[in-house]
């Protein structure tokens, strides 16, 4: 069965700092992963996707993640972080046999406080 | 982009009550949707699998005749939480793959219920 880690629970950054989130997963076949963010009174939003192909990819918002297969983690980054970009973060695994979007696991989330 | 909508946002009820939760996709046609329970603090639980026009399929430990899911067009799920009792107080949030494939699921914005 697939699983998701978030190690962080909650971290705090100024703002304008750089940003990490990580992710660790665990799945037998090549995953479908995503990071979405989930801010009070509204449903997730997706900022990234990977599937396949170049192991960087580049999302909303200026967020990144890179798929790292040997460490088995994918974990989100931002150059500079904004006030508004406080929220919940979710990495999510999907491995469904309808489609890789489908039957998503998601890690217990990292909640981020940005301090002005 | 896709739009899911749910509804209600919030609802109160007394216990031993049933509450219905719908979903809908609002500019496109969703034949799966998806059900995700979020209690505080946690993550997102997958409950059910919403088929139209065919049974829900559940996750292990989810209880069918408590959560009732009729998928009853293509547009619209609906989630009833039969004879509700405190501890199924919760955020119940659900997904629908995007148009043009499974690869990327929609979520609707969540709907708290809160059981007395």
């Known amino acids: 069965a697939q699983s998701v880690t978030q190690p962080d629970i909650h971290i705090t950054v100024s703002e304008g700092a750089s940003l990490e989130l990580r992710c660790n997963y665990s799945?037998?076949?090549?995953?479908?992963l995503f990071w979405y963010v989930q801010s009070p009174g509204q449903g997730l939003q997706l900022l990234l996707k990977y599937f396949s192909g170049d192991t960087l990819v580049q999302g909303i918002k200026g967020f990144e993640a890179e798929f790292k297969r040997s460490q088995s983690s994918f974990n989100l980054r931002k150059p500079s972080v904004h006030w508004s970009d406080a929220a919940e973060y979710f990495c999510a695994v999907g491995a469904g046999s309808e489609g890789g979007g489908n039957k998503l696991t998601f890690g217990t989330g990292t909640q981020l406080k940005v301090e002005l | 982009g896709a739009v899911v909508s749910q509804h209600p946002s919030r609802v109160i009820c007394k216990s031993g009550t049933s509450v219905k939760i719908e979903c809908r996709s609002l500019?496109?046609?969703?034949?799966?949707m998806f059900w995700y329970r979020q209690f505080p603090k946690q993550s997102l639980m997958l409950m059910a699998t919403s088929n139209e026009g065919s049974k829900a399929t559940y996750e292990q430990g989810v209880e069918k005749d408590k959560f009732l899911i009729n998928h009853a067009s293509l547009t619209l799920s609906t989630l009833t939480v039969t004879s509700a009792h405190p501890e199924d107080s919760s955020f119940y949030i659900c997904s629908a793959p995007g148009p043009g494939g499974t690869d990327t699921q929609y979520f609707g914005p969540g709907t708290r219920l809160t059981v007395l």
């Open positions: 799945y037998g076949a090549t995953p479908y």
């Open positions: 500019d496109f046609q969703a034949t799966t």
